[in-house]
């Protein structure tokens, strides 16, 4: 790696270590900032669908990484469907050892990825970092038209959760075959290149074990941050489950879904027991739906990682008249900042 590349590298990386995410919103203006509170200033309202609306394959609750690896028990190279909705898909996949994805990109959305086991070499054209090898932990972020490749480095199939804006399809190099796609036909066009850099916010890569996951402190940063995608690293320490009459938020017309990156993350949601889902295992509040995720006490510190389709989420909350005035609801955010328990996102 070059010395460019690695100076790059500790500013992304102490970028996202030091800066709060209280400080950040789509830009750095003024006006693209967030009050802070957590509140409006008085009640409003809010369509609620009458019925819940239900799930449907693949989407349920919660999927269990054990039943996903049980289910492909002696397979190398799978791809399990998790998420779809209307504004995301999301699979789990599995690349088998010495195996490397097609050159490929995506025109107009990033695509992100979390390591849950193995050893993948990411080559991502243009962007000024060198190739890097992600292992178990690694969350990686590639921009927009930018061409990239993943490789099993490893002795052992690679299995990573991957996460697309909804009906993007692959582009591919001149030099590369396209794997055929249904309805579409693969024809040879020029195009716009994509940006140079990306915001400073949304760093190639985070080693979760390496720089999270390294003490036993609370932690609330951003990962990734655009107006299509927004993924934020909540990191806490293990709390009493709250009771049920506290329903935590909705959001109106989209759904929610959380990585589970450590330790034991606690659901409640609206028409579901009390649930709680370990390390790697997938979590989704259907949209309308009343949920409330925590660190759940069976573990000293968890991490959820919350994704959704924009940053400006809209949270509904039940009116509480226990509840603090608007400016002394969720308090800072940045490293060191416990996130409410069972607060939002």
């Known amino acids: 790696m070059t010395l460019k590349s690695r100076l790059a590298l500790a500013t992304a990386a102490a970028l996202l270590l030091s800066v709060p995410a209280s400080a950040q919103f789509l830009g750095k203006s003024s006006e693209d900032q967030m009050p802070d509170g957590g509140r409006l200033a008085a009640p409003v309202w809010s369509p609620k669908p009458t019925e819940l609306l239900p799930y449907t394959a693949p989407n349920k609750p919660i999927w269990r990484i054990k039943d996903i690896l049980a289910s492909h028990r002696g397979q190398t190279d799978w791809v399990e469907p998790i998420v779809r909705n209307k504004d995301q898909d999301a699979d789990y996949k599995s690349l088998g050892a010495g195996k490397k994805t097609k050159a490929m990109f995506y025109s107009d959305n990033r695509m992100i990825f979390f390591v849950y086991d193995g050893s993948i070499k990411v080559s991502i054209d243009g962007v000024n970092v060198e190739p890097f090898v992600a292992t178990k932990g690694f969350m990686v972020n590639v921009p927009f038209r930018h061409v990239f490749t993943l490789e099993n480095v490893g ?191």
């Open 155 to 345: 002795t052992t199939p690679a299995v990573y959760f991957e996460v697309r804006n909804a009906g993007d399809i692959p582009l591919y190099p001149e030099s590369e075959t396209p794997t055929p796609v249904p309805g579409m036909t693969y024809m040879k066009v020029t195009g716009s290149p994509g940006p140079v850099k990306d915001r400073t916010t949304n760093p190639i890569y985070v080693d979760f074990l390496k720089m999270v996951a390294n003490d036993d402190k609370n932690y609330s940063n951003k990962f990734v941050w655009d107006d299509h995608f927004t993924s934020n690293i909540l990191r806490g320490k293990g709390a009493p489950v709250p009771p049920d009459s506290n329903k935590g938020h909705f959001h109106i017309n989209m759904t929610e879904f959380w990585y589970v990156a450590e330790g034991s993350i606690g659901m409640k949601l609206e028409g579901e027991p009390y649930f709680h889902g370990e390390t790697g295992d997938i979590i989704t509040a259907q949209a309308g739906r009343w949920h409330r995720a925590g660190n759940d006490p069976s573990a000293p510190i968890s991490v959820r990682i919350p994704i959704n389709p924009r940053p400006p989420i809209m949270h509904n909350f039940d009116i509480d008249p226990n509840a603090p005035p608007p400016g002394q609801g969720r308090g800072g955010r940045g490293r060191g900042a416990a996130p409410a328990g069972g607060a939002a996102p």
